[in-house]
């Protein structure tokens, strides 16, 4: 059992079983003695929770269950305990179930900390509690109100709002739209029920799994929509066109406002932010949210995301909190002269170009990519490298990407520039580099 960037994930009852689940427990409470877990709505979580907590138990550990709860819920009610543990498969399909471990300040376990379960899974050595060392297990019903109450604290709204929020029928259902109408804001709700069957859309909050946010926003004329994942760790948004706000537009939109002195954002994030941050230091870290949220840690930034929809306020958790970028979204909108697609359609728009090629390196290899390093250094008008996360070059007025995919067998490569013949030619450029190796 590997623990990805995200935690473990696998379907439920062939690659997660309550088996696995009962050993994650054991390994879990042979590191750390009070505990909290939390689940998803999916139709598996119960069943993975009730064995994740049977084997803490059989460690001696101290459980508290808060329950149904959303990612960054669980996050933050993992401040008064050792570690929090939450059942989910974030914005997989249905049939998928997972874990992911919690620091209490927030931030997901670290590869170390990962790697130290996995031996303990590993090793199934587990030194059991006696009979007289087994906690009852505690509920905390309070984990939804603290976290909203929180999030309350920090937020005011300058106008009344017309808000369409569609959770996707996951975790953020009983949050995200109570929450905003606590901010005094009128509130519709979309897919709002907790349903592991997810009927109302596929848990990725992606454009084109939002075509009824998109149109109910129109229609009732919204001031803004938003849409959360399975585990609303993500928070996507719908300006009050009916567009959708594309994520690096987002990203820059929350960075003009978070960032005063510094930001941290992943390889592949759009020149957007650097051209709308001019002052500001942007750090690029491997892809991952994790990585993200690790990097502002160590450097103190002021904010952080990435382009799948996750944002990080260090100074509210270090997990990635979909349901405060909600509230602070609408803030923001509430406060600041003309309409959301007024600032949005301000930003500068560039041209992207994605694709892939067959890779010999074989999945996720370095084999070939110092030879394909060198040869993009000499691609002309080449600024900058970094070689983190596969090779990022930065020209005057593009960049692009070359990194190997973690699971199939290409190579993945991504421009952007400034205009499309710009693109273009460097795409075709790299291509060729690429084959002729
Ligand atoms: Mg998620």
């Known amino acids: 059992m590997k623990f990805g960037s995200s935690g473990i994930r696998g379907v439920v009852n062939t690659e997660i079983t309550s088996e696995s689940a009962l050993c994650i427990g054991r390994a879990v409470g042979s590191e750390y003695h009070d505990v909290v877990v939390g689940r998803d709505p999916r139709t598996s979580s119960e069943m993975i929770e009730y064995a994740a907590i049977s084997g803490l138990l059989s460690m001696g550990c ?38 992911k471990l919690f620091n209490p300040d927030g931030m997901a376990f670290d590869s170390g900390q990962q790697e130290s379960i996995e031996r303990s899974i590993e090793g199934a050595d587990f030194k059991l509690t006696s009979w007289d060392g087994i906690h009852p297990v505690r509920t905390d019903k309070n984990a939804v109100s603290d976290h909203i109450s ?31 109408r606590e901010l005094g804001c009128n509130v519709i709700t979309l897919n709002s029920q907790p349903d592991g069957f997810f009927p109302g859309r596929s848990s990725e909050p992606k454009e084109e799994n939002l075509a009824s946010l998109r149109s109910l926003v129109r229609e009732v004329h919204a ?13 996507v948004a719908v300006d009050d066109t009916g567009r959708f706000v594309s994520n690096d537009k987002l990203l820059a939109f929350f960075g003009m406002r978070e960032a005063e002195r510094s930001m941290v954002v992943p390889v592949d994030t759009s020149m957007l932010i650097d051209a709308v941050l001019p002052g500001v230091t942007i750090t690029r870290t491997r892809v991952g949210d994790v990585y993200v949220a690790e990097e502002i840690k160590r450097t103190l930034a002021d904010f952080g995301g990435e382009a799948s929809g ?24 509430s406060r600041e002269e003309g309409r959301f697609s007024d600032h949005i359609s301000a930003l500068p728009e560039y041209e992207i170009k994605r694709g892939t090629l067959p890779y010999r390196g074989g999945i996720g290899g370095r084999d070939g990519m110092n030879r394909i390093e060198e040869e993009l250094r000499t691609v002309p008008g080449f600024t900058d490298i970094n070689t983190l996360d596969g090779v990022r070059i930065a020209l005057d007025d593009a960049w692009a990407l070359v990194r190997p995919s973690g699971t199939e067998p290409l190579i993945r490569i991504t421009v952007e520039g400034k205009t499309k013949a710009v693109v273009d030619i460097l795409y075709l450029h790299i291509e060729k580099i690429i084959k002729e190796l």
């Open 150 to 180: 929180m999030i309350l604290s920090s937020i005011r709204i300058g106008k009344q709002m017309l808000v369409v929020v569609d959770c996707g029928c996951g975790a953020a259902s009983l949050t995200t739209p109570y929450l905003l």
């Open 310 to 333: 996750t944002w990080i306020f260090p100074k509210v958790s270090y997990c990635p909190d979909g349901i405060y970028a909600a509230a602070r979204l609408v803030e923001i909108i």
């Open 223 to 235: 001031d803004v929509g938003i849409a959360h994942d399975g585990d609303a760790d993500r928070m």
């Open 62 to 99: 101290q459980v508290t269950r808060v329950g149904m709860v959303a990612t960054p819920t669980l996050a933050y009610a993992a401040r008064s305990h050792d570690c929090g543990v939450m059942i989910t498969a974030s914005h997989n399909p249905p049939e998928y179930a997972g874990v």
